[in-house]
């Protein structure tokens, strides 16, 4: 998105004093001597348009009567349907969770964003907020423009033709319970959607004392999916720890939701109780599941739900009509891998020549890299293809999506960093421990031929100040002496926590891993490092390869 300069940046925050929300969009301009600059004033704050200001008269946008947002209610016999978040439209169930003193019907009104019952305020009984717009911790900011003009398929050129110029809207999971669509042309909420799954606790929000806790605090994926022999934009999003499972919504549209397939289903731990607390972005890709025949899938990984439990890849099929309910191994599939107390991050994807997926990779929290299969029909398999281990032959954690390149001769190495900062404790010097980035052959083979530990990987060694020098052998992928890729270990990982980041970048042959050391010091900024390397040899120069 360009507006008035180069570019533009988006940017949430929050209050924790009334946990309220900011979204804001400054221009970027670029200087004559290449240094970006950052507006220091932005174009527009969501929340401030989302709750007016009574000082100035400027009156919330859109009033609290007028917002478009809606909800899934649950039929009796299996059925969804989209309905506007208002009493006259809720089913019994979702009456039953609002319906508390005062009234469900005045509670209802209070979230959308009527002020007029908060404490304080004559006959106020709900919780006083500081702004409408709640807080997002975790959930990043989607921008979604006109549709991929890379994808093909019968029809697509009349759906992109068709949506090309459509609004450019930012999307944005907040702990107000709802997945907010805002108008990046001035912050103005296009559409808001209330998960099904939170109901049964988002009258908390109401209550004068309101104890902090999440709902939508995840990030959002999309794509465009051919449906039905439809081609929608589809966007996917979990909920973080505010509830287990995912939700999928057609915004091919988002100036005119109401008037699309809304949302398309929501899948939850009543559909099956192994699906977790999703908070990455899920992915969107299409599959084979026979000879000659595809179906659009939203790619969910999903963490263990019990100390003896695996974790699973979902696939959830995204035409699955609104009547029908889910059914293992006919619109939704379950690719379970083992071991205790895990969490499977994000999958990488490896997409064939007819565009479906061929592979994905990805890690898990006990330090295995799994091989997801999808070159056959369903059944579908999982396989380690590594176990990332320290020299000590300790696990090391894969919490990232890594990334895939072309091996020479054939297959794909796929690079990957260890290291987690999820927990309190992963910043404590004391659970400091060594972590690594990796670089792991696959051959492609059927069946898959694992790489069995460092001593088949070429090592990389890194010394230095503030700027490493990178050392290591030559080595080839085939032959004598041949190597099945490469690796380092982060220097002082086990004195200043240095891991992995965020997911590798690919350009051009070259990978660039982005560490972060939090240090010994608790009360000092952590310290950040970018790596470019190639990513064939793992060394500073050398040849390349194009990402997978």
Known sequence: MRQGGTGVLIESSYEEAGWSGRLELRVL?????????????????????????????????????????????????????????????????????????????????????????????????????????????????????????????????????????????????????????????????????????????????????????TFVDASAGQAEALLNGQWRSVLVSGMGMGARGVFALDVSDPAAFDAGQRALWEFTERDDPAIGHVGVAPLVAKIKVAPAQFRYFAIVPSDAQAADAGSALFLLSLDKPPNERWQKEVNYFKLSVPGRANALGQPALVIAADGSVRFAYAGDSNGTLWRFDFSAKPPF??????????????????????????????????????????????????????????????????????????????????????????????????????????????????????????????????????????GADACAAPSTRTYVIDALTGLANGVTGQPA
Do not use: C
């Open 29 to 213: 301009s670029v200087g004559a001597n290449g240094a970006i600059a950052i507006g220091e004033t932005p174009q527009w704050e969501a929340g401030a348009v989302l709750a007016g200001d009574p000082a100035t008269a400027r009156p919330p946008r859109p009033a609290p009567q007028d917002r478009k947002i809606f909800t899934l209610v649950r039929k009796a016999d299996g059925a969804t349907a989209t309905v506007p978040f208002t009493w006259d439209n809720l089913g019994s169930e979702e009456r039953a969770w609002l319906d508390s003193a005062p009234s469900g019907e005045s509670r209802i009104a209070f979230l959308r964003g009527d002020r007029a019952r908060e404490t304080g305020q004559p006959d106020g009984v709900f919780r006083a907020r500081s702004g409408i717009l709640g807080d997002a911790i975790h959930s990043t900011p989607l921008l979604v423009g006109a549709p991929s003009p890379s994808v093909q398929g019968p029809g697509y050129d009349s759906f992109y033709a068709r949506y090309k110029s459509r609004t450019e809207a930012i999307y944005l999971g907040a702990n107000d319970g709802m997945l907010h669509a805002f108008d990046a042309r001035d912050g103005a909420e296009l559409f808001a959607y209330v998960p099904n799954a939170l109901l049964p606790f988002i009258s908390q929000l109401s209550d004068p004392h309101y104890r902090h806790r």
């Open 381 to 518: 398999s999982a396989k380690p293809l590594f176990e990332a281990r320290d020299e000590a032959g300790r696990r090391q954690p894969i919490t990232l999506a890594p990334r895939a390149v072309f091996a020479p001769g054939g297959g794909y190495l796929v690079l990957f960093g260890t290291g987690k900062s999820i927990e309190e404790g992963d910043a404590q010097p004391a659970d400091f421990s060594p972590q690594s980035f990796y670089a792991v052959l696959d051959t492609a083979a059927s069946p898959l031929v694992p790489v069995r530990g460092r001593s088949e990987l070429a090592r990389r060694t890194l010394s230095g100040g503030t700027g490493y020098t990178i050392k290591g052998d030559e080595f080839d992928y085939a032959g004598a002496g041949a190597k099945k890729g490469w690796y380092f270990d982060f220097p002082n990982a086990r004195s200043d926590g240095e891991r992995l980041a965020a997911p590798p970048v690919l350009a051009s042959g070259t990978v660039l891993a982005s560490s972060i050391a939090p």
